[in-house]
């Protein structure tokens, strides 16, 4: 994993940030938008990214730390190309979304909130997103597919393994 950090960390991006940072520098409330925009250029906001916020901003670690923790648009670590959003909501459960889950884990091998080796594939278990009808429902980035089972997710992986 810090392989896949330290990849993003390039000075280009923190000049990009810098430049984002100086566009709010002084204004009221500017460390949401700064992160925001971290979090778009890095693919992340991993702990040397909230260091040169809160160096940039002289706002405590800990403030930084707090924001990216607890909301869900912010992630530590770099997500994959492929973020597959297994729904893991009522409908979904009780039609068997956790065999899904698993499947899909056997087959890029990473482990629930994790990104595989290769940077390729990040594994999320969702809570509902509303296509319960659908149900058990998986997302792959902007992709849906619903109604499956087990046997369906070796085809639709394939198509993102190549």
């Given at each position: 994993m810090e392989e896949l950090v330290s990849k993003v960390l390039t000075e280009e991006n923190f000049q990009q940030l810098d430049q984002q940072i100086e566009k709010v520098k002084g204004t009221k409330g500017p460390l949401m938008p700064v992160l925001t925009q971290a979090q778009k250029i890095f693919g992340c906001v991993p702990y040397e990214v909230q260091k040169h916020v809160s160096d940039a901003l002289?706002?405590?670690?800990?403030?930084?730390?707090?924001?990216?923790?607890?909301?869900?648009?912010f992630s530590l670590v770099p997500k994959g190309e492929f973020v597959i959003g297994v729904?893991?909501?009522?409908?979904?459960?009780?039609?068997?979304?956790q065999p899904i889950l698993d499947k899909i884990s056997e087959i890029i091998d990473t482990k629930t909130g994790e990104t595989s080796e290769d940077g390729r594939f990040t594994l999320e278990a969702?809570?509902?997103?509303?296509?319960?009808?659908?149900?058990?429902v998986i997302t792959i980035n902007e992709d849906v597919y619903g109604k499956l089972e087990v046997k369906d997710i070796p085809g639709i992986m394939e198509k993102y393994q190549k």
């Open positions: 002289k706002v405590p670690m800990s403030d930084i730390y707090g924001v990216v923790t607890f909301y869900s648009q729904c893991m909501g009522t409908a979904c459960y009780v039609k068997n979304s969702t809570r509902c997103i509303g296509a319960c009808g659908l149900a058990p």
